[in-house]
């Protein structure tokens, strides 16, 4: 069975700190990641990633994926309380299968 | 404006009743998923689509049927066999083989 998984569920810390969030993975024909943002109701895009050992950056966010070891990681540096949210891992097929973990809620505070 | 339309945003339903909640989109994506977010939870794939006419279930299909006649439209039937319905519902399309989903504003269902 396909699955997708997130760690930590959960995450508190304070403006200014650094933090990675984890999703690990085990998907039949793999043929991309996907990092979205949740705030309220409609996730919105961060990041797709398709080839092992390249970064890819936006601003204080970056991720990267490892397909030898099935697992991707998203870094936020510098946090801001408007990176206060739930962070979504997607994985999806070949055959357009998009499956999301449990998402990380991440909060930031002052 | 191009995008995915998901109506309504809130609906209500009795126990035992049928529900259809619609999704439109304008994109000329090929591919569309309904998923279906519980609190505290993240997404889980319920049917997606990838062509007109023909669709696939997803990790908790059953209680749910949906139908794919037209390349823009992918509304999804809450049955009464979905013993637990109240749910955020979200929609979402892409460009078939190229990833990234958008996802429509989500409709909040409430079984009184």
């Known amino acids: 069975e396909d699955k997708v998984v997130q760690s930590p569920l959960s995450l508190v810390v304070h403006e200014g700190d650094t933090v990675t969030l984890n999703c690990s993975y085990e998907?039949?024909?793999?043929?991309?990641l996907l990092w979205y943002k949740q705030e309220k109701k409609a996730p919105t895009f961060l990041f797709m990633l398709?080839?092992?050992?390249i970064e890819k950056k936006s601003g204080r966010l970056s991720s990267i994926l490892d397909k030898k070891e099935l697992f991707s990681i998203l870094n936020i540096t510098a946090t801001q309380t408007g990176d206060s949210a739930v962070y979504l891992c997607a994985v999806e097929s070949n055959t357009d299968k998009l499956i999301f973990g449990t998402g990380t809620r991440l909060q930031v505070f002052p | 404006d191009g995008g995915i339309t998901q109506s309504p945003k809130y609906l209500f339903r009795k126990e035992g009743q049928n529900v259809t909640l619609s999704c439109e989109q304008n994109l000329n994506h090929d591919a569309m998923y309904w998923y279906r977010q519980d609190p505290g939870q993240g997404l889980r794939l319920i049917y997606y689509?990838?062509?007109?006419?023909?669709?696939q279930k997803g990790d908790i299909a059953e209680g749910y049927s949906v139908s794919r006649e037209k390349k823009e439209s992918f509304p999804l039937t809450v049955t009464s066999a979905q013993k637990n319905p109240t749910a955020f519902y979200l929609c979402?399309?892409?460009?078939?083989?190229?990833?990234?989903?958008?996802f429509g504003q989500g409709t909040r269902l409430t079984v009184v």
């Open positions: 979402a399309s892409s460009i078939q083989n190229r990833g990234r989903a958008f």
């Open positions: 398709t080839s092992s050992g």
């Open positions: 998907v039949t024909n793999f043929r991309s």
């Open positions: 689509s990838q062509i007109v006419n023909d669709f």
